[in-house]
Every structure is written in structure tokens, then in C-alpha cells.
Nanobody, 123 residues
Framework: QVQLVESGGGLVQAGGSLRLSCAAS??????YAWFRQAPGKEREFVAA????????SYTDSAKGRFTISRDSAKGTVFLQIESLKPEDTANYIC??????????????????WGQGTQVTVSS
């Protein structure tokens, strides 16, 4: 059974940084993405990466402070977040797709989802 396991979340002060990790058990996928969901809000796309060549895509609000990357040897995807703000508080969820098809920001293009890792930013 394929599992995506996220880690690296926690409580951090505004201005701090975190690196989130997503490890897939048993296989790698063509595409990975990070979404986030804050309490009372809809899930939103943050960033995605194509496994084959490392091509990346970001939502406009993530450009500049968020960096998605991969470690091919470890089969792990990362999300580095800098200059954290209280509004970044959310459950950050890793998603994966078998095929690199469709838009990166649409959640329906990802079949596998993790449980998420909570990021809480205090002011």
C-alpha cells in the first residue's frame, strides 16, 4: 500500500523557517505537490515538482518564500518555508500523481495524499 508520510512541521515564531519532508513508501511518482489547509478554509495549492527533471510550479503567494525540491536518492520531496508568517499556519499536505498530466494546482490531478504535518506560526 502506497503511503505518503509528511514530517517537519511544528510551532515556530514568525520570521522563522521550516523544512517539511514527504516520503513515499514503495515507489516514486511523476509529480508531487504540497497543499495546505487552514482551519475553516479550503485546501489550497502551494507548490509542485516534476520528479523527472525537477521542474517546479508555485502559487503566486508562495513565490519567494517557499521552495520545493526533491532528493532523488532518498525518494523524498521537501518544502522549505522561509520568513514564516502567522497566516502560514495550516496543515501542510503532500500529494502525488502517477502521471505528469494536467494543471499542477488542481487537487483532482493527484491520487495519493498524506495526512499532513501541522505548521503553527506564532506572532
Amino acid at each position: 500500500q502506497v503511503q505518503l508520510v509528511e514530517s517537519g512541521g511544528g510551532l515556530v515564531q514568525a520570521g522563522g523557517s521550516l523544512r517539511l519532508s514527504c516520503a513515499a513508501s514503495g515507489r516514486t511518482f511523476s509529480r508531487y505537490a504540497w497543499f495546505r489547509q487552514a482551519p475553516g478554509k479550503e485546501r489550497e495549492f502551494v507548490a509542485a515538482i516534476r520528479w523527472s527533471d525537477g521542474y517546479t510550479s508555485y502559487t503566486d503567494s508562495a513565490k519567494g518564500r517557499f521552495t520545493i525540491s526533491r532528493d532523488s536518492a532518498k525518494g523524498t520531496v521537501f518544502l522549505q518555508i522561509e520568513s514564516l508568517k502567522p497566516e502560514d499556519t495550516a496543515n501542510y499536505i503532500c500529494a502525488a500523481a502517477t502521471f505528469d498530466r494536467g494543471t499542477y494546482y488542481y487537487g483532482g490531478n493527484y491520487y495519493y495524499w498524506g495526512q499532513g504535518t501541522q505548521v503553527t506560526v506564532s506572532s
